[in-house]
């Protein structure tokens, strides 16, 4: 593994959310080039900086690294809003992928 891939990944994730460079940047709280900076070449994030990335792209450091984690970034955001649910409204949504699981 080496810079490109992270490079790569950052632009594979942020094309999945569906959020433009100049967009992410800003969300961020950078200059509107910073993640362009990052996926040309021309910069590393920090260690904080990447972490804020990987919350930003609703993933986690272990699903960024991983290659064939194709649904990581959805099996993230799915728990994200399933601890917002009741209880009762969770267990709905339970049932329904049990049954969508047996399909």
């Known amino acids: ?19 433009s460079e100049h967009r992410m940047s800003m969300d961020l ?9 990052i996926v040309s070449g021309r910069t590393l994030p ?14 986690t450091p272990e699903q960024f690294f991983n290659e064939e984690s194709c649904e990581g970034v959805l099996l993230t955001r799915l728990g994200k809003y399933a601890r917002q649910l009741s209880e009762k409204d969770l267990a709905y949504v339970t049932s329904l992928a049990e049954r969508l699981a047996r399909q």
Not at 46 to 59: K, R
Request: charged share 25%; aromatic share 10%; hydrophobic share 35%.
């Open 29 to 37: 709280g950078h200059a509107r080039s910073y993640i362009h900076s």
């Open 46 to 59: 920090s260690m904080n900086e990447f972490l804020a990335i990987c919350d930003y792209l609703e993933t």
């Open 1 to 19: 593994m080496n810079t490109t891939f992270i490079r790569e990944r950052i632009t594979e994730l942020r094309l999945k959310k569906g959020v």
